[in-house]
Structures are given as C-alpha cells and as structure tokens.
C-alpha cells in the first residue's frame, strides 16, 4: 500500500528565518508529486508539480522553491518566511499528470509564521 | 483562467434532513470534475469523480451530476449524518497544467 509521510507535523517559525518541508512516498514508484497551500479556512492552491527527479514546476509564486532530491521524496523551503507563508501545506501524490486521475494528499504540515 | 464557485459557508444542518452543496465552474475545456472531503487535521481524500459530462457520481450516499450545459457539479445526500461533518471541495482538473483547481470551500455542520 502507498503511503505518503508529511514533516514535521507543525512548525512555529519567526518572520526572515528559513523553512525546509519534507515528504516521502513509499510503494509508488515514479508519483507525480504536488505541494499544496490552504490558508486558514482557505482554499486548496497548487505550489508545485513534478512529475520526475530533478524536475519541478511552479505554478504560483509565493517565494518559495521546491525540490526533488529523489523518486519518493518532494521538498519545499524558502531561505527567508514572510507572515503570509502561514497556513497548511499538503504535498500529494498521483499516478499520472493530474486529468482525470486521483490525487492523494498527505496529512500536512501546520506552519505558523510570527 | 478555469475557476471553480462552492456554497459559500459554514452549512448547518440537522441529522436525517437533506444537503445541496452548489458548485459551478468556468473553464474552456472539457475537464473532469471532483468532490474532495477534508476532515479537521487531515489531507483532502476523493469523494468521487465524474469524467464525462451527463454522469452521475456517487459515493457513500452522495451524489453529483456533470451538467456540461449548466457549467454544474452540486453536492446532494438525502440523508445526513453527524459523521459527515467536514470541509467539502469542488474541483476541476486543468490539463494544460496538470493541475487541479478548488473551490473555495463548504465547511458542514450536522447537529445530532
């Protein structure tokens, strides 16, 4: 069975310091992989999408960067937070280029920016 | 650009009485269309999807209808459920971008 694993679970951060979120897939190999942003009591945004190692592409600009290091793994960071980087961040995965096809989320990541 | 328009909430209802949650979208293209369910502290799971216009999708007594010609996708149950307290997502897929797209959101409410 696949499993999508988010962290940390939740993070305090001060305004300027840097940010590194993680997630990792396993029992999938080669997932299309997505980081997602909800503000509080917000919408769901697409950040960014990767459909293999080493690429990524970035759908909104909020000053923050993504990467993928390898197949299971997506991170998001940015080397100075702003306060309006606060809120829950979801990295999801699918078996193919979002179409008709599901997409799983992870159990996110709480960021709060003060 | 592709947009999708939810029920605006919260939605409060009584266990056992009826739900619609609206939901109309823009887009130029011939998307498939989603129902997203988040419960508090956890990802989006699918409810359902319908990819053809003029389907019905359903799962665990809801219910949707791809209206093409309506530009619609409303939520229905005919019977709620305290369980079924949670934040609702309408969402369609974007091709070009490989990307899906929310609505904004329906947080429900159901009273014992």
């Known amino acids: 069975a696949q499993t999508i694993h988010q962290w940390p679970v939740a993070e305090i951060k001060a305004v300027g310091s840097p940010l590194s979120l993680g997630c990792t897939i396993k029992?999938?190999?080669?997932?299309?992989l997505y980081w997602y942003w909800q503000a509080t009591g917000g919408t769901l945004q697409q950040l960014f999408y990767?459909?293999?190692?080493?690429?990524v592409e970035s759908v909104v600009q909020l000053n923050l960067s993504a990467s993928r290091p390898k197949d299971d793994q997506f991170i998001l960071s940015t080397e100075k937070l702003l306060l309006s980087h606060s809120g829950f961040y979801l990295c999801a995965w699918s078996l193919l280029p979002t179409g008709n096809t599901e997409v799983f989320f992870g159990k996110g990541t709480r960021l709060t920016v003060v | 650009g592709d947009s999708v328009t939810q029920t605006e909430g919260p939605v409060t209802l009584s266990e056992g009485t009826s739900l619609t949650v609206n939901c109309s979208y823009e887009?130029?293209?011939?998307?498939?269309l989603f129902w997203y369910v988040q419960y508090p502290g956890e990802g989006p799971q699918l409810l359902f999807k319908?990819?053809?216009?003029?389907e019905k999708g359903s799962n665990r007594g809801f219910e949707a209808t791809y209206n093409k010609e309506a530009t619609s996708f409303h939520l229905q149950k005919a019977s709620v459920q305290e369980s079924d307290s949670a934040v609702y997502y309408c969402?369609?897929?974007?091709?070009?971008?490989?990307?899906?797209?929310f609505g904004q959101g329906t947080k429900l409410s159901i009273k014992p």
């Open positions: 319908v990819p053809k216009a003029n």
């Open positions: 887009t130029k293209q011939y998307p498939t």
């Open positions: 029992g999938k190999s080669s997932p299309n």
């Open positions: 969402a369609l897929s974007d091709y070009n971008q490989g990307k899906l797209i």
């Open positions: 990767s459909i293999t190692v080493g690429q």
